[in-house]
């Protein structure tokens, strides 16, 4: 036998031992997905025939299970009790109980991501493109406005790195577009950094909202306080990321980067806005969501479990600082509605 | 066979024998190899934003930004890839080790637990690619009929961008069949790398240029050895400026992408994929445009190629969206990397000596690389300050200007036909 026909001997075994090897472990991994999203879901479910009603909460369920990314509702008395779940899935979710907004991913070989509108059936009345995956989704109080963040990964030979973009609706009118072309103001004084990407808005009315604007070149990560009408974004302090605005609009909850060093580590913190006071929470783990808040004294937020890729819980936490606990286990995303 | 007739040239100036027009195998391979590897690495590229945030739930903030810094990173080591092909006459093994570097990560990512190590492997994945990316090209340049180098390029480029194009897609399907497996995806990659190894460490030859080289005559015995002042050689001097000059204006894709996407719905709606789009095009048009480079010269192609790039800017800065608009523009960028990418490796590689071609090859593609990089920069500052628009309006003006400036510059170094003289390797 020559070398050359040993060699090619060599390489068809190669390519025999990889061809079954992964196809097995593809097949286990197959067969391993597809017990897991047929099992019948054991998280504790409302009767069939029950609507969840008066204050609720509504999120994303990370139930293991058939059920697995659906939107569900559980009552605020009892947020660790049975839920109602809804029959659509999403990855991020806010309503104001006659509509909901619902960002999701369209998964396939050519995978798509998209925002919809849903009225109070969960049937969507609207949905429009988004160009990468979902991050932050608010409806204003009365529910005239949506605001959607995704991230937008370009793709290319030379890649553009990471940016977000993230566009204000009025349902059914003008669309105020990617809130990246606002002016955005410091003391009054138009500045126009080239990196500058925006996220997490949070609304006051139909007219003024909080939002996040970053410069990695100028190094700061601003609270902008934002007006549809004017088109501007005004700076409003540095170090604050993912607003949220408590419910009677005093105070903003916040991820805030406490990393001394160049890593990122957020934790949450409270900013009063009538006093300009900051507190830094209790939390030591690396919080990343945008925070909602419960009542006037109590935040939420998601965090990922250790050792469960996929499964995540809603924690609470009062806003005056305290002991983080479960909420609501097996959740994502949460939206509060109040009476 | 037909391509053979119809690459034998009209005016009948040369006699090529009908054996010597065709692509080398050692091409082929090569090709298969970087098929494999392509897949192997854009599988995982094309997952690792949904990985991170949807699987580990962290952010891509960081990623992006480790993610340029690496881009780099590469483009500096693929001169010292090439400069130790050359060096040690041993092109293969440079390139296998590049692959191998690569191939590592793919095992590393299967038992990487946290974000760290996630990004220290995409860079360890980035240097590979930078080491084996000269070595590699200076073989394919070694195995092929000079007369044909634009075509075996063209092969070359087609197999390579297949696996880019198949890489996300498989990636897709098997998260679509399995919702959270992303471990599946890595496996997939491995496999791919390794077979991509197997193939070139076992089925390509060790060619080595230079002492092939010595054999012929007029050539000191023991082949001339490795000298920078041969790089920076007029001829190449030259190809390296108007390389650079063009890479100023090569603003990257992502912006036409941005463009396309901030006006039109269906730009919106298929964003994560345009790139395959352009990619489709790439790969029809890069056997085509190879064999045109042939047949008209290749700098001639390498500069016009970039009106290709001009058109795509005009499809991407016009004012109205429409979907014709912007599939017009993924196949301008296609027929843009069809005349620019293996075309400048061929025309570096034919015009270097073949002492230092790796390290020719390799500084021609850093030029390339890092220009474009200081382009994308300065046009995200154009971008903000004068619209998206009017920036990219002004930036096609600009590429027009330059066009007929180097189309000048480089004239002359199309030589008249060289005449058929194969360097070796197996030919098919």
Known sequence: MTVRNRRVIGFVLVVLVVVVAAGAYGWSEYDRSRQARTTATDVDLVPADVTVTGERIVFRSTAPGDLYGRVATVAADDPGGPREVAPVACDRVDTTGDRTVCLRTDRGVVTTFEAALLDANWQPTRSWPLPGIPSRTRLSPDGALVATTSFVTGHSYMSTGFSTETVIHEIGGRDYGNIEEFDLLVDGEKIAPVDRNMWGVTFVDDTIFYATAQSQALGHTWLVRGDLEARTLSVVRDGVECPSLSPNGSRIAFKKDVDDGSGVHWSIAVLDLASGEETVLGEQRNVDDQVEWLDDDTILYGLPRDHEPGVTDVWAMPAAGGTPEVLIPEAWSPAVLRQ | ?428
């Open chain 2, 1 to 428: 066979m037909y391509i053979t007739l119809r690459d034998r040239p009209k005016t009948g100036r040369q006699a090529t024998p009908r054996t010597k027009s065709r692509v080398s195998s050692v091409v082929v391979t090569l090709g298969v190899v970087s098929l494999m590897t392509d897949i192997s690495s854009e599988a995982v590229a094309a997952i690792l934003p949904l990985y991170v945030t949807a699987a580990l739930g962290l952010t891509t903030i960081a990623y992006g930004f480790i993610d340029g810094l690496m881009q780099g990173a590469s483009a500096l080591v693929r001169i010292a890839g090439g400069w130790a092909a050359d060096r040690g006459d041993h092109p293969k093994w440079v390139a296998l080790v590049g692959y191998g570097l690569s191939m590592v990560t793919r095992a590393g990512l299967l038992v990487a637990a946290g974000f760290a190590s996630i990004t220290a492997l995409v860079a360890i994945d980035r240097v590979g690619k930078g080491i084996r990316t000269a070595p590699r090209d200076a073989m394919i340049t070694a195995a092929s009929d000079p007369a044909h180098l634009g075509r075996s390029f063209g092969v070359h480029r087609t197999l390579d961008t297949i696996g880019a194009a198949l890489g996300p897609l498989l990636a897709f399907v098997i998260l679509w069949a399995i919702p959270d497996g992303y471990t599946t995806v890595f496996v997939l990659s491995l496999g791919c790398a390794v077979i991509g190894f197997a193939l070139l460490a076992l089925l390509v030859p060790d060619l080595r240029p230079r002492r092939r080289a010595a054999r012929e005559p007029g050539e000191h015995p023991a082949g001339r050895p490795f000298s920078w002042r041969s790089v920076a050689e007029p001829r190449l001097r030259r190809l390296l400026i108007v390389s650079g000059a063009l890479g100023l204006l090569t603003i990257g894709d992502g912006f036409v992408y941005l463009a396309l996407q901030s006006r039109d719905g269906f730009a919106t709606q298929w964003f994560p994929l345009l790139y395959v789009g352009t990619n489709v095009a790439y790969l029809a048009l890069a056997i085509p445009v190879g064999r045109l480079s042939d047949r008209v010269g290749r700098a001639r192609v390498l500069v016009l190629g970039h009106l290709a790039l001009l058109a795509a800017y005009l499809c991407a800065g016009s004012a109205t969206g429409m979907a014709g608009l912007t599939i017009a523009a993924l196949v301008l960028l296609g027929v843009f990397y069809a005349a620019t990418d293996g075309v400048l490796a061929a025309l570096a590689g034919q015009l270097a000596d073949t002492s230092v071609r790796a390290a020719a090859i390799g500084t021609a593609q850093t030029v390339v690389a890092v220009t474009r990089m200081i382009a994308a920069a300065a046009f995200g500052v154009l971008w903000y300050a004068l619209g998206r628009s009017t920036a990219m309006l002004l930036v096609a003006a600009l590429l027009a200007a330059a066009v007929p400036v180097c189309f000048l510059a480089l004239r002359g170094l199309d030589p008249p036909r060289p005449a058929p003289e194969p360097e070796g390797g197996a030919l098919a």
